[in-house]
């Protein structure tokens, strides 16, 4: 029963990074609606915000398997 309620706790908190990633990328377009001269910048700035994002999500995911 305790894996099965970690399995489930661990799901739940991939739920943050994938709201972060989301308000990350709707920030990134709304700023390149208003300055499309910085696209370059901001999209970089993006993709380095979005892995460090992720990497809480894999986490998240690979700890189930690391805890049994």
């Known amino acids: ?3 099965t309620i970690a ?3 661990y799901g739940i908190a991939t739920l943050g990074p994938g709201l972060g ?6 920030k990134t377009q709304e700023a390149t609606a208003r300055q499309p001269e910085v696209a370059g910048r901001l999209f970089t700035n ?4 979005a892995a460090l ?8 995911f690979a700890m189930p398997f690391v805890v049994q």
């Open 7 to 9: 399995y489930i706790g």
């Open 21 to 26: 990633i989301g308000m990350l990328v709707g």
């Open 1 to 3: 029963m305790t894996g």
């Open 53 to 60: 994002v992720e990497a809480l999500a894999l986490i998240g």
């Open 46 to 49: 993006m993709i380095i915000g």
